[in-house]
């Protein structure tokens, strides 16, 4: 089992910066892919990024890609999401997801978990 608990949403305005946290709690957490997930109002969710279970690798939407950054630590079980030069565009409900089925699978957007997400609004 594992569970995630998002943290570091908030109200930005455009241009502005936010750290996104997600805890995960189970001993397996270093073994799994993690990833970043966002949901817009009438919007299906959508990927935004993705980190190897070591932190090695990293992969990003386009729409990020160059203004946001994953990272993790696996003595804390954290991932992270700092996400820089926001735009009106990134306001969504953020959702970190464990990779438990494997990398490719969660890029896809299947997980069987999910935190309950944190809200990003960004001001114009």
């Known amino acids: 089992q594992v569970q995630l608990v998002e943290s570091g949403g908030g109200l930005v305005q455009a241009g502005g910066s936010l750290r996104l946290s997600c805890a995960a709690s189970?001993?397996?957490?270093?073994?799994?892919?993690m990833g970043w997930f966002r949901q817009a109002p009438g919007k299906q969710r959508a990927f935004v990024a993705l980190?190897?279970?070591?932190?090695?690798?990293?992969y990003y939407a386009d729409s990020v890609k160059g203004r946001f950054t994953i990272s993790r630590d696996n003595v804390k079980n954290l991932v992270y999401l700092q996400m820089n030069g926001l735009k009106p565009e990134d306001t969504a409900v953020y959702y970190c997801?464990?990779?438990?089925?494997?990398?490719?699978?969660?890029?896809?957007?299947?997980?069987?978990?999910w935190g309950q997400g944190t809200q990003v609004t960004v001001s114009s």
């Open positions: 997801a464990a990779g438990t089925r494997g990398w490719a699978t969660l890029r896809q957007g299947e997980s069987d978990y």
């Open positions: 189970g001993r397996t957490f270093s073994r799994n892919a």
């Open positions: 980190i190897s279970s070591g932190g090695s690798s990293t």
